[in-house]
């Protein structure tokens, strides 16, 4: 059995029956493609699954976009690669992968066959919402100029550990590999871009699609700021189904593994069952 590696696109050889429509996994910020490697695995081996590096990961080289980025500038790489699996594939995402699928579906959602997304970070969300919606809009801005400030004064590490801590909770950056923290204090210079993104999205209040299936996940023990967010994207659409990864947070895909990954196939079984009643898979038209 082969398998296949691209600098800036993994692709992972899968086991046990679970779907033939292709897979393609989003990483959360300051993790890589290989976030996905355990959950591909529990798949078939007819599956076609890829988890590309985003911007700013180590195989990219760190590169961090020049001006204004958005989550256009992320997809657009993205894009490309759905569009060579010639057919519309799961979208799974987590934290600010899951906001980029939300944009994908939005801009080509004649690539998607349906979304599974474990706390999407589309911030825009509570701007656009209600005012105490916007108090937590303005947590996050707080957020990221605090990161941002703190890599313009050369504190690359002051700003990876208030970034760890805010998402794992209170000594999380402590309780990381030597390595590790490295690892996220080469990467956290794109974490202002990724925030920028988020916080910028345009029209969120219309970002699923009508006839694309979706399943959003969050933690029990999440930050009221992504509840929220999971709680406004639930209401969106008919297709959409909101559920709840008991005692997890925001890391829940990585500290409820197990779980998570179950919801994930759970979610793709369901989705191409229906469509296998159907069987009917629309063609990708290429822009």
């Known amino acids: 059995m082969n398998k296949q590696f691209d600098a800036s696109l993994h692709a992972w050889p899968c086991w046990s029956q679970i779907s033939p429509a292709p897979c393609v996994g989003l990483h959360c910020s300051g ?27 180590l195989s990219r080289g760190h590169k961090i976009p020049d001006g204004p980025f958005t989550l256009e500038n992320e997809a657009a790489s993205i894009v490309t690669e759905i569009e060579k699996l010639g057919r519309p594939a799961h979208l799974i995402g987590h934290s600010y992968g899951g906001a980029l699928a939300l944009h994908i579906a939005r801009a080509r959602p004649d690539l998607v066959r349906s979304l599974c997304l474990y706390e999407p970070t589309l911030f825009s969300l509570l701007k656009a919402g209600e005012v105490t919606d916007g108090l937590l809009y303005s947590e996050i801005v707080s957020l990221t100029n605090a990161i941002r400030t703190g890599i313009e004064e050369g504190c690359e590490e002051f700003s990876a550990q208030v970034f760890t801590d805010f998402w794992g909770g209170l000594g999380s950056w402590q309780a990381l590999s030597r390595e590790r923290r490295c690892a996220m204090i080469d990467w956290v210079h794109k974490a202002p871009s990724d925030f920028d993104a988020l916080l910028k999205e345009p029209d ?13 996940i969050r933690g029990s023990q999440t930050h009221v700021h992504t509840k929220r967010i999971a709680e406004l994207l639930a209401s969106q659409g008919k297709l959409v189904e909101l559920k709840v ?21 759970s979610h793709i079984r369901t989705v191409d069952r229906r469509d296998m009643a159907s069987m009917e898979v629309k063609p990708i038209s290429r822009s």
């Open 245 to 265: 990864l008991k005692g997890a947070g925001h890391l829940g895909p990585f500290s409820f593994k197990e779980s998570f990954e179950m919801e994930v196939l």
């Open 204 to 216: 969120p209040e219309y970002i699923l699609s009508e006839g694309v299936p979706s399943t959003i």
């Open 31 to 57: 993790a890589d493609g290989s976030q996905w490697r355990n959950l591909f695995a529990r798949m078939s081996e007819e599956t076609k699954t890829i988890a590309p590096d985003l911007i700013g990961t």
